[in-house]
C-alpha cells in the first residue's frame, strides 16, 4: 500500500519539485518505480555509530585489495586488440579508490561480506575502470568499508560523518600501499565518485604539501563534482592545462550534450578537464582526436534493498575501443558529451542527464592513452 501512495504521490506532484529531476534522471537508467521507492526509503534506520561497523580490513592481506599487481584480477582485463603491461615489471604504479557498490540502507558502511553482490559491484569497477590503467602501471586498489549509497540521500552533517569514518580506511591502506608497495616508486592518483571524495582529501593532506609530491606522476580523480574551493587549498598540486602535464589533477563529471543550455548550478564552481583534449575547459573537441569509448563488460547490481546475496557475474572480456566515437566540450564545471540514447552505452547513461557512469567508458581509451604518456614524459623527465 505504502508503494501504490509513493507511486501516487510522484504522478500527482505532492512531495515537491525537487523530487522530480532525480526521479526523471534515475528513470533514464533503467530505474522502476519498486527500485525508486527503496531507493528514496530503504535507508539506515538509526544514527550512524562506528562501533557498529566491521573491523578496518588488514592491508597485508591479499584479500584485503580488490586489485594486486602480483595477482590475477579484473583490473588486468583490456579491450580487444590493446595489450597490456606486466604489472609485475612497471617503474609507476597507480593507487585507485572505487566508486559506491554497496547500495543497501542495512548499515552505513558496506559490511564486507566475503561473498556479495557488493563485492561483484567491485570487482565491476575493477574490469571497467582500473583496468583503464593497465597500460602503463601496477594497479593497486583496496576494498574499504565504502559508505551505503544512502550517505548522499541524507543531511550534510550525517555524510560528513560517514565519509570522514570510511577515509580513515582508504588513508591506512594508502600507507600500507607507500610503505609495503610502492617503496619510493613514482605513483598516479585516480578514482571514481565516492573513490573520488575521499581521494581529493588524500591529495590535499597527505601529498600536496609532502615529499610524495614529485613523486605523483598525476591524478585522475574523475566523477563526484571536485569544486574549485578543494583546489583553493593545494599548494603544489593544480588542475591540467595539457595532456603532458605532470603532478597536476584531472577531473570531469559527465552529462548528456542536450542537456548543455539547462541551468546547472550544483555544478557552477566545479572543475572539467576535457579528456579527449586534456585542457582546463576549452571548446568542444574534434570526433577525430577520440581515441575510443569501451562497452562495460559485466552487470552491475542496481538494488537499493533487499539481501546482498553475489548474482555470479563474471567479467571480461574487454570490446574492442569504438574509436573516433563521441565528441566532449568544458562548459560551466560540466563534461557535455554525445547523446548516448538508442546505444548500448544508454544502460549505463540514460535518454538524457546525468552520464556519471559513463565517465569512464566514453573516454576509456584517451585516459589509458594519457596515462601512458605522463608515465612516459614523468621517466624521460628523471633521466634527464
Not at 592491508?59 to 594486486?68: E, G, I, N, Q, V
Amino acid at each position: 500500500m505504502k508503494k501504490i501512495i509513493f507511486i501516487c504521490v510522484i504522478v500527482l506532484s505532492g512531495i515537491g519539485g525537487w523530487i522530480y529531476t532525480v526521479i526523471d534522471e534515475l528513470s533514464d537508467t533503467g530505474l522502476t518505480a519498486d527500485l525508486a521507492y527503496d531507493y528514496f526509503f530503504s535507508g539506515p534506520d538509526k544514527p550512524f555509530d562506528p562501533n557498529d561497523a566491521v573491523d578496518q580490513l588488514d592491508y597485508a592481506k591479499t584479500s584485503a585489495w580488490a586489485a594486486l599487481p602480483f595477482i590475477e584480477d579484473e583490473a588486468d582485463l583490456f579491450p580487444a586488440g590493446e595489450e597490456a603491461v606486466d604489472q609485475a615489471n612497471t617503474e609507476v604504479d597507480v593507487f585507485f579508490v572505487h566508486p559506491t557498490g554497496y547500495l543497501k540502507g542495512d548499515h552505513w558502511t558496506d559490511p564486507l561480506a566475503e561473498q556479495s553482490a557488493t563485492k561483484e559491484n567491485t570487482q565491476w569497477m575493477m574490469a571497467n575502470q582500473a583496468s583503464a590503467f593497465n597500460g602503463c602501471c601496477s594497479i593497486y586498489a583496496p576494498y574499504y568499508r565504502q559508505a551505503s549509497i544512502y550517505s548522499y540521500f541524507g543531511t550534510d552533517d550525517v555524510r560528513a560523518e560517514v565519509h570522514d569514518f570510511v577515509y580513515q580506511d582508504v588513508k591506512k591502506a594508502f600507507e600500507h600501499f607507500l610503505d609495503n608497495f610502492s617503496k619510493g616508486r613514482p605513483f598516479i592518483i585516480a578514482s571514481h565518485s565516492q573513490g573520488t571524495h575521499h581521494s581529493i582529501r588524500l591529495l590535499a593532506e597527505e601529498i600536496d604539501r609532502s615529499d610524495l609530491y614529485p613523486r605523483m606522476v598525476g591524478a585522475y580523480l574523475i566523477g563526484g563534482m571536485i569544486s574549485k574551493d578543494w583546489m583553493n587549498k593545494m599548494s603544489n598540486i593544480t588542475v591540467c592545462e595539457r595532456a603532458e602535464q605532470l603532478g597536476c589533477l584531472v577531473h570531469w563529471d559527465t552529462i548528456n550534450v542536450t542537456q548543455l543550455n539547462k541551468e546547472m548550478p550544483t555544478y557552477q564552481n566545479g572543475i572539467c578537464v576535457n579528456p579527449i583534449t586534456w585542457e582546463n575547459e576549452g571548446a568542444l573537441s574534434k570526433l577525430a582526436d577520440a581515441k575510443g569509448s569501451v562497452y562495460a563488460t559485466g552487470n552491475f547490481t542496481l538494488a537499493f534493498s533487499g539481501d546482498d546475496d553475489p548474482k555470479n557475474e563474471t567479467f571480461g572480456p574487454l570490446a574492442a575501443p569504438l574509436k573516433q566515437y563521441v565528441q566532449a566540450q568544458c562548459k560551466a564545471g560540466i563534461l557535455f558529451a554525445s547523446d548516448q540514447t538508442g546505444t548500448k552505452f544508454q544502460t549505463f547513461g540514460g535518454s538524457a542527464g546525468n552520464y556519471h557512469g559513463l565517465d569512464y567508458a566514453l573516454f576509456y581509451m584517451d585516459i589509458r592513452d594519457n596515462a601512458k604518456l605522463k608515465v612516459k614524459t614523468f621517466l624521460k623527465a628523471a633521466l634527464e
